[in-house]
């Protein structure tokens, strides 16, 4: 994947991408290399946010009762810039593990396996083999502890694809 920026501004902003075959073999992975700086530079440089929904932040950084029709009629609360921050926090957050092989954090201990051949064989007579774990095996998945880490990341990606309108300058 090539990306050539241009000039700042609406004009020639884009001069050129190139997309080669193997970047869409994992193409979230090389989408976030330019989805996560693009956003850190965002959150950097923005100069407004949009309107974000409550059930999107923690209750601290919720609109009151008492503000939701102001800010729903394009005023601001004490947290209303927080609210954006926290969600492109988690849009980053979610995009950079997209970066890292996060799933090795939920494994543990160490593989011993070796494969055995079986007396039967396949429908064509190819032989067969059992993968069996020897006496050493303690590897271990921590499955609930993956699952909610994916969770989060999908959480991320959602938060980036509701607000996709919102991110401008």
């Known amino acids: ?25 994992n193409l979230d992975h090389s989408l976030a290399l330019i989805i996560v700086p693009a956003l850190k530079l965002l959150k950097k440089k923005k ?6 929904q409550n059930e999107d932040v923690p ?12 800010v729903a009629d394009g005023g601001t609360d004490e947290h209303y810039f927080e609210r954006w ?3 492109l926090d988690q849009m980053i957050w979610a995009f950079q593990e997209k970066l890292e092989d996060w799933e ?3 494994y543990s201990g160490e593989t ?26 303690t590897f271990e998945v921590d499955t609930k502890g993956m699952k909610k880490h994916s969770d989060k990341i999908d959480s991320g990606i959602m938060l980036f694809a509701k607000y996709y309108g919102g991110l401008w300058d």
Not at 63 to 70: G, L, N, Q
């Open 1 to 25: 994947m090539y990306v050539k920026l241009g000039p700042v501004g609406r004009k020639n902003r884009a001069e050129t991408v190139v997309i080669d075959d193997y970047d869409v073999w």
């Open 112 to 137: 011993d396996t070796s494969f055995v051949k079986i007396k039967e064989k396949d429908d064509k007579g190819e032989e067969l083999y059992e993968m069996v774990n020897g006496p050493n095996h």
């Open 47 to 52: 100069q407004g946010a949009p309107v974000v």
């Open 59 to 70: 209750e601290n950084l919720r609109v009151s009762k008492e503000e939701e029709e102001d």
């Open 104 to 106: 090795e954090k939920f």
């Open 85 to 87: 921050d926290y969600v």
